[in-house]
Nanobody
Framework: VQLQASGGGLVQAGGSLRLSCAAS????????MAWFRQAPGKEREFVAA??YYRDSVKGRFTMSRDNTKNTVYLQMNSLKPEDTAVYYC????????????????WGQGTLVTVSS
């Protein structure tokens, strides 16, 4: 599985962005997917995996997937400057391991910058 993330950019606080992660390979539907992010100078952190969200994004971010398009999405609303980070999508066969960052595949990341 190869993952290609896109959709990042510069947005003002309070704005919205939708990230996409397109996957190649026939085994996409058998993998669990997740989003992570890494802010400058910080460690990578879990963001979302379908119904699981980190507390700081609950109610603002929504993850979805479309198996017909081999794509997962991260709709990000009410963005805050602290959401600024490189966002990565990841795939794995174990949802519990995936949520703690143990993934079988990683995308290349897409930069989200939220200005105040």
């Amino acid at each position: 599985v190869q993952l290609q993330a896109s959709g990042g950019g510069l947005v003002q606080a309070g704005g919205s962005l939708r990230l996409s992660c397109a996957a190649s390979g026939r085994t996409f539907s058998s993998h669990f997917m997740a989003w992570f992010r890494q802010a400058p100078g910080k460690e990578r952190e879990f963001v979302a995996a379908l119904t699981y969200y980190r507390d700081s994004v609950k109610g603002r971010f929504t993850m979805s997937r479309d198996n017909t398009k081999n794509t997962v999405y991260l709709q990000m609303n009410s963005l805050k400057p602290e959401d600024t980070a490189v966002y990565y999508c990841a795939a794995g066969v174990s949802p519990t391991r995936l949520r703690v960052g143990v993934a079988d595949y990683w995308g290349q990341g897409t930069l989200v910058t939220v200005s105040s």
